[in-house]
């Protein structure tokens, strides 16, 4: 028998949307940041190897870069460039512990290390970048 | 012309491991690899365990891994494959005995995705018309005969057997694309989740592998945009 009114159960369509959600942004975020990390680290690359040059890679070129005139341009980028590699590297070991791990225990306990890790580094790169004062030996240009 | 068959046989009631054993066998070039099987089972070895039902491509009872690849050995013709042929069962599911594999995990998989039309208004007193456009829109992945030789070429269902896998999407999206269809948003709501659309790496085993020719990786696209869209891209009623 088919229902005598139209939509009689109500059960259909009766949910919200269906975007959303915490794969879903995780997979959107790959996208996204895939593509950004290919601008910044091709830019960083040229910039770093053409532009300055291999052999004038120093400590004292970094702080003249980052307390110079473009500081806060280059502590931006630098930023980017460590939330962006960062967030997709570890995404991207996420997945791998969630196809192979298949223990419940393990699986936990690799992605709960995995977290430690990306805070700690996250905090450290950032924790740098935002606070670093050229030293008294070297003058800023 | 004679062809060498090198079958991987395993029987668990018996042996521990699965190994090969050789068969020569005299065919036509253009007779079919379940026409050389058969050979062997009829004529020098009836213990081969092997399954068909159809022998015409449509049924889906016969995919195995035919030289490396996944195939329907009733739609592979000898003379493609060369004097040595290998045949062994799917990869990644349960071997009852030689050829024949455990597809009932690989059923529960279809089961979960509503493989069926949903739709709770009154039926009209004829069809439920739909044009040709409406139509076309899901076609491709109505070719699907669940053979499994998608979801057993998958590297991503290898690596992790929850995985929903390809075939299961392909269902869905003939569903989720029908403008005939209301449970949409459930289905995709199935397809969000962890073992759902987002275990697909883009590997492209899939689409080589299927023996009807779908995109199934287009059609995992495209559940995966309605999902970030929220939309199937077809006007909603109401």
Redesign the interface.
């Known amino acids: 028998m088919?229902?005598?009114?139209?939509?009689?159960?109500?059960?259909?369509?009766a949910?919200p949307?269906?975007?959303?959600?915490f794969?879903?942004w995780?997979?959107?975020f790959m996208r996204i940041s895939g593509a950004v990390l290919l601008l910044l680290a091709v830019f960083h690359l040229l910039w770093m190897h053409l532009v300055i040059g291999l052999d004038n890679i120093t400590f004292e070129t970094i702080v003249r870069r980052w307390t110079g005139p473009l500081g806060a341009f280059w502590r931006v980028y630098d930023l980017a460039l460590l939330v962006f590699a960062l967030t997709h590297g570890m995404n991207g070991a996420r997945w791998v512990i969630?196809?192979?791990v298949?223990r419940r225990g393990w699986n936990l306990g690799l992605k709960s290390a995995l977290g430690v890790l990306y805070a700690l580094l996250m905090l450290m790169g950032a924790y740098v970048i935002f606070t670093f004062q050229a030293p008294p030996t070297i003058v800023a240009p | 012309m004679e062809v060498r068959v090198r079958i991987q046989r395993y029987n668990p009631e018996v042996d521990e491991k699965p190994h090969w054993e050789e068969y020569t066998v005299e065919v036509e070039p253009t007779d079919r690899v379940i026409d050389a099987l058969h050979q062997i089972k009829w004529f020098q070895d009836g213990t081969l365990a092997v399954r068909r039902s159809c022998l015409h491509g449509i049924c889906g009872s016969d995919a195995m891994l035919i030289n490396g690849r996944n195939r329907l050995a009733c739609k592979t013709l000898v003379r493609d494959l060369g004097k040595v042929i290998t045949v062994a069962p799917l990869r990644g599911f349960r071997v009852i005995k030689d050829l024949v594999v455990d597809m009932e995990p690989f059923f529960r998989k279809y089961r979960s995705v509503m493989p069926y039309l949903v739709n709770d208004e009154r039926p009209p007193a004829r069809e439920r018309l739909q044009s040709p456009e409406e139509r076309a829109r899901f076609d491709d992945t109505t070719k699907c005969i669940l053979c499994a030789a998608c979801t057993t070429a998958c590297p991503s269902f290898w690596a992790d057997s929850r995985y929903v896998g390809p075939a299961a999407i392909v269902q869905a999206h003939r569903f989720i694309f029908d403008s005939r269809d209301q449970a949409w948003r459930e289905r995709l709501q199935i397809l969000n989740e962890n073992t759902g659309v987002w275990r697909c790496r883009n590997i492209f085993n899939c689409v080589e592998a299927c023996p009807r020719d779908i995109n199934v990786n287009k059609a995992i696209a495209e559940v995966r945009q309605a999902l970030i869209t929220g939309s199937r891209g077809i006007e909603e009623p109401e």
């Open positions: 088919y229902p005598t009114t139209p939509r009689e159960s109500g059960t259909f369509g949910r949307r269906p975007a959303g959600g794969e879903l995780s997979w959107y969630n196809d192979y298949h």
